[in-house]
């Protein structure tokens, strides 16, 4: 006869047992980190941050709104900011300062917009915020880009934004979870973008004639804004120190890849992948197609990429010019060391928490937003080396 009261029993000791040896570990894994971990404040799934000149930081939270935040973790809200489609991976995305912000005080926004018939996609637009009193606000906002074409569905927007040193706003597209459109040229989902800060296209990107003299393609088309294509969902880009683009990209069944982007280059999805598909069929890797352009990291099992910096301050000076990814699923920062055109992982920090952020402050802390979800509370984080 089954004795349910020893069963019982012996299922809480398991139980006690494992939340003890979880805690020993996360204490042990913290204790072990080459920074102090201070929790500054917490937000409702936040997104992305970046500093402003005065040292205040502007966050985004999915669910639409932007906050200026300060050191202590006081926040204010903005008001003025366009409609959101949240839901799934969407919703309110990326942030980044036009180059001239000291002077024309310009926020670029991505975000997610649901359309009348079910679809959605990726936008982005910049406003001018006044931050003003204890309502800050976006004035004069506009859209400058869209996903073309829209699409039913919740993931794979991709939509981080970034300036680099010319100038030039850069956005991540996804291939919103329907593979093929990271190789249509008629659409730019599943690529690299490269604008004008009014949302033109520079007239030195890869495929401003593509197929020119065809009388069969409208040539006011989406091709001319992509820089490079077969990207699946790209969630982090920044530039090193040389001037060097580099993006990081969750694969499907593993796979993570960093790319160094090469001007009108294709990186291969969904041809190729180092992981597979979730229901586990394969993907024919890189190495089968060498027409295509390989990852200078390619993560089996992956650490589901959410962000890219560089470290260029002080604080971790023996870090300089490394590259910092932030990672979900496997709840870590991945420290990068970059070299020309190569690029490997020197080390990794677990966390015990989501990362969906983490960006080098003024002052030459590191800030970091872990995601919220599941035991991820979706807190800001400051770490400065021990």
């Given at each position: 006869m089954v004795n349910t009261a020893m069963i019982t029993t012996a299922l809480r000791r398991i139980l006690v047992l494992t939340l003890l040896f979880s805690a020993s570990f996360s204490a042990q894994a913290t204790q072990d980190l080459p920074f102090k971990v201070e929790t500054v404040t917490a937000f409702d799934e936040p997104w992305?941050?970046?500093f402003l000149p005065d040292g205040h930081m502007l966050v985004t939270e999915k669910k639409g709104r932007l906050l200026v935040v300060d050191d202590d973790g006081d926040k204010r809200a903005v008001s003025g900011l366009p409609d959101v489609g949240y839901g799934g991976q969407g919703g309110m995305g990326d942030i980044a300062l036009h180059p001239d912000f000291a002077t024309n005080g310009m926020?670029?926004?991505s975000y997610v917009e649901s359309a009348p018939d079910g679809t959605r996609g990726a936008a982005v637009g910049r406003g001018r915020i006044d931050l003003a009193g204890s309502r800050p606000s976006i004035t004069g906002f506009e859209v400058?880009?869209?996903?073309?074409?829209?699409?039913?569905g919740y993931g794979h927007y991709g939509h981080r934004l970034m300036f680099d040193d010319e100038g030039y706003l850069w956005i991540t597209s996804g291939d919103r979870q329907k593979f093929t459109p990271a190789q249509d040229m008629q659409s730019n989902l599943g690529k690299?973008?490269?604008l004008n800060d009014d949302g033109s296209v520079p007239s030195d990107n890869p495929f401003v004639d593509y197929l020119a003299d065809s009388p069969l393609v409208d040539r006011i088309g989406v091709y001319g804004e992509v820089w490079s294509l077969g990207h699946r969902n790209p969630l982090g880009i920044a530039q090193d120190s040389q001037g060097s683009l580099w993006v990081i990209e969750m694969g499907p069944r593993h796979g993570d890849e960093l790319n160094l982007i090469r001007k009108g280059e294709n990186y291969g999805y969904p041809e190729v992948s180092d992981g597979d598909h979730y229901d586990r069929r394969p993907i024919p890797d890189h190495s089968t197609r060498?027409?295509?352009e390989a990852p200078k990291i390619s993560w089996v099992p992956a650490?589901?990429?959410?962000?890219?910096s560089f470290v260029q301050g002080t604080q971790f000076e023996a870090w300089q010019g490394n590259a910092l990814a932030a990672g979900l699923g496997a709840k870590v920062i991945v420290r990068i060391e970059i070299d020309g055109a190569t690029a490997k992982e020197v080390e990794r920090y677990d966390m015990d928490t989501?990362?969906?952020s983490v960006v080098e402050g003024p002052q030459g802390a590191l800030w970091a937003l872990e995601d919220e979800r599941g035991s991820s509370k979706g807190r800001l984080l400051k770490l400065t080396p021990k």
């Amino acid at each position: 006869m089954v004795n349910t009261a020893m069963i019982t029993t012996a299922l809480r000791r398991i139980l006690v047992l494992t939340l003890l040896f979880s805690a020993s570990f996360s204490a042990q894994a913290t204790q072990d980190l080459p920074f102090k971990v201070e929790t500054v404040t917490a937000f409702d799934e936040p997104w992305a941050m970046v500093f402003l000149p005065d040292g205040h930081m502007l966050v985004t939270e999915k669910k639409g709104r932007l906050l200026v935040v300060d050191d202590d973790g006081d926040k204010r809200a903005v008001s003025g900011l366009p409609d959101v489609g949240y839901g799934g991976q969407g919703g309110m995305g990326d942030i980044a300062l036009h180059p001239d912000f000291a002077t024309n005080g310009m926020v670029y926004l991505s975000y997610v917009e649901s359309a009348p018939d079910g679809t959605r996609g990726a936008a982005v637009g910049r406003g001018r915020i006044d931050l003003a009193g204890s309502r800050p606000s976006i004035t004069g906002f506009e859209v400058l880009w869209r996903q073309y074409p829209k699409m039913v569905g919740y993931g794979h927007y991709g939509h981080r934004l970034m300036f680099d040193d010319e100038g030039y706003l850069w956005i991540t597209s996804g291939d919103r979870q329907k593979f093929t459109p990271a190789q249509d040229m008629q659409s730019n989902l599943g690529k690299v973008l490269r604008l004008n800060d009014d949302g033109s296209v520079p007239s030195d990107n890869p495929f401003v004639d593509y197929l020119a003299d065809s009388p069969l393609v409208d040539r006011i088309g989406v091709y001319g804004e992509v820089w490079s294509l077969g990207h699946r969902n790209p969630l982090g880009i920044a530039q090193d120190s040389q001037g060097s683009l580099w993006v990081i990209e969750m694969g499907p069944r593993h796979g993570d890849e960093l790319n160094l982007i090469r001007k009108g280059e294709n990186y291969g999805y969904p041809e190729v992948s180092d992981g597979d598909h979730y229901d586990r069929r394969p993907i024919p890797d890189h190495s089968t197609r060498p027409e295509f352009e390989a990852p200078k990291i390619s993560w089996v099992p992956a650490i589901s990429p959410s962000h890219l910096s560089f470290v260029q301050g002080t604080q971790f000076e023996a870090w300089q010019g490394n590259a910092l990814a932030a990672g979900l699923g496997a709840k870590v920062i991945v420290r990068i060391e970059i070299d020309g055109a190569t690029a490997k992982e020197v080390e990794r920090y677990d966390m015990d928490t989501r990362i969906r952020s983490v960006v080098e402050g003024p002052q030459g802390a590191l800030w970091a937003l872990e995601d919220e979800r599941g035991s991820s509370k979706g807190r800001l984080l400051k770490l400065t080396p021990k």
